[in-house]
Nanobody, 122 residues
């Protein structure tokens, strides 16, 4: 599986961004977003099952971020609203062939995209 993330950029606090992750061999994959801020470990952001029926979010983004997918386009999205400076990080999409109960651990995922930078200024 190959993943290509895009959509990052420089925005102001309160703005919105939508990240996209295009994948090959896509439709039955569990997809997730992680992020890594400078000097910090990579952390879980959101996950979506292959059907879209299950989604989970980190507490820090719940109510502001929405993960979705379009299997016809082999793409998963992360809509980020009400962005805060603490959301600044490199965002990575990840894929797995099954939905793990440990979906918040990055070592549960087999494939990773290259990352896209999101910078939120105050």
């Amino acid at each position: 599986v190959q993943l290509q993330a895009s959509g990052g950029g420089l925005v102001q606090a309160g703005d919105s961004l939508r990240l996209s992750c295009a994948a090959s061999g896509f439709s039955t994959l569990t997809m997730a977003w992680f992020r890594q801020a400078p000097g910090k470990d990579r952390e879980f952001v959101a996950v979506i099952s292959w059907s879209g029926g299950r989604t989970y979010y980190a507490e820090s983004v719940k109510g502001r971020f929405t993960i979705s997918r379009n299997n016809a386009k082999n793409t998963v999205y992360l809509q980020m609203n009400s962005l805060k400076p603490e959301d600044t990080a490199v965002y990575y999409c990840a894929a797995n062939s099954y939905f793990s109960g440990r979906y918040y651990y990055d070592n549960e995922y087999d494939s990773w995209g290259q990352g896209t930078q999101v910078t939120v200024s105050s």
